[in-house]
């Protein structure tokens, strides 16, 4: 049963209605008084809760009804439903324990949705052993924080929740969203992957929602968006702190709704697509300096995946080594040596500030330098290039009176200067991937 709560007998019929289509039992009360009530006597699957039942509007009864609710039945999920202008409501709900918001009026299909989505999470508590067929979308790992995260990908795969991975640059985010999309039930839909830090704010849109020939001065014909592209499939959205103010605006409209505006073209345009979103970035301490909105915040991170990083997993590093092995070797036609035992021990003992990364990168190059039958410890070593720690840079300049953007000036300068202008190298050694190094070079005025 699925409890409606709202003093508005307009909305309790129409969600009553619509929910009777789609298959499910529905029970709607008009004030908090009832639905205390009702959670005294039965446990519902899911509740469906207004946030305003009187002249009030500043949502304190929703509160404390969600609080109240809780009480009774802690692991129903609830759903708040508000008004656009009364987000900040909703995202008050969120922090105390609501499963999702969706703003008045709602979209029929989206509502389901995200119905369909808490009741499956919520009925999903104990997964078996990996089923037959889990496409791992390559990735290697066997530790225990690996098989967490297995768990977790059968878990969510088949539903359309959002979902936020996390963790340092190089520990393999991308191939996380893969496995998510592989495994889900858009699999044979489109996967759109937007890397956000390579996009300027200037294009943001365009390259988001596409345009109409003559929208803008270099507009000479159409151009498609990604969310266009994505329709019916799933958008991964990768580096997602690096979103400016307004752009997160914009993005919050289009995940909220999956409503957007082509540029030159003042017609919605609906979509249906799963969102994926990845970022290196602490999006919670972005929220606390005000960089990042708090509403697109708990939008985007109904599920959080947090990768380790490699110096956590050591156990992999052996796995990791050997697939990289075989896979560049099978690509080149090489034939595969031997690693020894040695070199296995000094390979699992560096720090991997670049992470999987660079460990890849690292064992390819000593393939390619060395050419031997049995690669041990010292071919490894003589092929090494640490990556400097904050601070060993050489000299004793200090940072103190600097603003932040000088430091990340310095900092940027000091590499491409070390590395010889290598981007790669040079983005690899600061952690960002290289369309990130693009946009801040940009943005900073750098010539290389």
Same mark, same amino acid.
């Given at each position: 049963?699925?409890?409606?709560?709202? %003093?508005?007998?307009?909305?309790?019929?129409?969600?009553?209605?619509?929910?009777?289509?789609?298959?499910?039992?529905?029970?709607?009360?008009?004030?908090?008084?009832? +639905?205390?009530?009702?959670?005294?006597? $039965?446990?519902?699957?899911?509740?469906?809760?207004?946030?305003?039942?009187?002249?009030?509007?500043?949502? =304190? $009864?929703?509160?404390?009804?969600?609080?109240?609710?809780?009480?009774?039945?802690?692991?129903?999920?609830?759903?708040?439903?508000?008004?656009?202008?009364?987000?900040?409501?909703?995202?008050?709900?969120?922090?105390?324990?609501?499963?999702?918001?969706?703003?008045?009026?709602?979209?029929?299909?989206?509502?389901?949705? =995200?119905?369909?989505?808490?009741?499956?999470?919520?009925?999903?508590?104990?997964?078996?052993?990996? +089923?037959?067929?889990?496409?791992?979308?390559?990735?290697?790992?066997?530790?225990?924080?690996?098989?967490?995260?297995?768990?977790?990908?059968?878990?969510?795969?088949?539903?359309?929740?959002?979902?936020?991975?996390?963790?340092?640059?190089?520990?393999?985010? $991308?191939?996380?969203?893969?496995?998510?999309?592989?495994?889900? =039930?858009?699999?044979?839909?489109?996967?759109?992957?937007?890397?956000?830090?390579?996009?300027?704010?200037?294009?943001?849109?365009?390259?988001?929602?596409?345009?109409?020939?003559?929208?803008?001065?270099?507009?000479?014909?159409?151009?498609?968006?990604?969310?266009?592209?994505?329709?019916?499939?799933?958008?991964?959205?990768?580096?997602?702190?690096?979103? %400016?103010?307004?752009?997160?605006?914009?993005?919050?409209?289009?995940?909220?709704?999956?409503?957007?505006?082509?540029?030159?073209?003042?017609?919605?345009?609906?979509?249906?697509?799963?969102?994926?979103?990845?970022?290196?970035? %602490?999006? !919670?301490?972005?929220?606390?300096?005000?960089?990042?909105?708090?509403?697109?915040?708990?939008?985007?991170?109904?599920?959080?995946?947090?990768?380790?990083?490699?110096?956590?997993?050591?156990?992999?590093?052996?796995?990791?080594?050997?697939?990289?092995?075989?896979?560049?070797?099978?690509?080149?036609?090489?034939?595969?040596?031997?690693?020894?035992?040695?070199?296995?021990?000094?390979?699992?003992?560096?720090?991997?500030?670049?992470?999987?990364?660079?460990?890849?990168?690292?064992?390819?190059?000593?393939?390619?330098?060395?050419?031997?039958?049995?690669?041990?410890?010292?071919?490894?070593?003589?092929?090494?290039?640490?990556?400097?720690?904050?601070?060993?840079?050489?000299?004793?300049?200090?940072?103190?009176?600097?603003?932040?953007?000088?430091?990340?000036?310095?900092?940027?300068?000091?590499?491409?200067?070390?590395?010889?202008?290598?981007?790669?190298?040079? !983005?690899?050694?600061?952690?960002?991937?290289?369309?990130?190094?693009?946009?801040?070079?940009?943005?900073?005025?750098? =010539?290389?």
């Amino acid at each position: 049963m699925i409890l409606i709560i709202d %003093d508005d007998s307009a909305v309790r019929s129409s969600l009553k209605l619509l929910l009777k289509h789609a298959k499910y039992t529905a029970k709607a009360v008009a004030s908090p008084e009832e +639905a205390i009530d009702v959670v005294r006597q $039965e446990v519902p699957q899911l509740i469906l809760m207004d946030m305003n039942f009187s002249l009030s509007t500043d949502g =304190r $009864e929703g509160l404390n009804l969600l609080r109240q609710v809780k009480v009774f039945c802690p692991e129903v999920p609830v759903i708040l439903m508000t008004a656009w202008g009364s987000i900040d409501l909703a995202v008050q709900g969120m922090q105390k324990g609501a499963f999702d918001f969706i703003t008045k009026p709602w979209e029929n299909m989206l509502l389901l949705q =995200r119905i369909e989505t808490a009741l499956q999470l919520s009925g999903r508590k104990d997964i078996a052993e990996e +089923a037959a067929g889990f496409d791992r979308a390559g990735i290697v790992g066997e530790s225990a924080a690996m098989q967490e995260i297995f768990k977790v990908i059968r878990r969510i795969a088949p539903t359309n929740a959002p979902v936020l991975i996390t963790g340092e640059s190089g520990t393999g985010k $991308e191939l996380v969203a893969e496995a998510i999309y592989r495994n889900s =039930r858009r699999g044979g839909e489109p996967f759109v992957k937007v890397n956000l830090g390579g996009i300027s704010q200037s294009l943001f849109e365009s390259e988001m929602f596409g345009h109409r020939k003559g929208a803008f001065t270099d507009a000479t014909s159409d151009r498609t968006g990604r969310f266009t592209l994505a329709d019916r499939g799933t958008i991964f959205l990768d580096e997602l702190g690096e979103l %400016d103010l307004r752009s997160q605006t914009k993005m919050l409209r289009v995940l909220q709704e999956q409503t957007f505006e082509v540029l030159g073209d003042s017609r919605p345009h609906k979509v249906d697509v799963r969102v994926i979103c990845a970022t290196n970035a %602490d999006l !919670a301490e972005m929220v606390q300096k005000k960089t990042f909105r708090e509403d697109l915040y708990y939008r985007v991170n109904l599920i959080t995946i947090h990768l380790p990083a490699l110096r956590e997993r050591r156990e992999d590093i052996p796995l990791l080594v050997n697939h990289f092995v075989q896979d560049f070797c099978r690509r080149n036609d090489l034939a595969v040596p031997e690693i020894s035992a040695g070199a296995m021990t000094y390979l699992s003992g560096l720090s991997y500030p670049g992470n999987i990364r660079e460990l890849k990168n690292f064992v390819e190059r000593t393939l390619l330098v060395c050419g031997k039958d049995v690669l041990d410890a010292e071919d490894f070593r003589s092929q090494y290039q640490p990556v400097p720690v904050s601070g060993d840079t050489g000299d004793n300049l200090s940072l103190e009176g600097m603003t932040l953007e000088e430091v990340e000036r310095k900092a940027i300068l000091d590499a491409l200067e070390k590395y010889n202008h290598n981007l790669s190298q040079v !983005a690899l050694a600061l952690g960002i991937s290289r369309q990130s190094l693009y946009r801040r070079i940009e943005k900073l005025g750098i =010539r290389l």
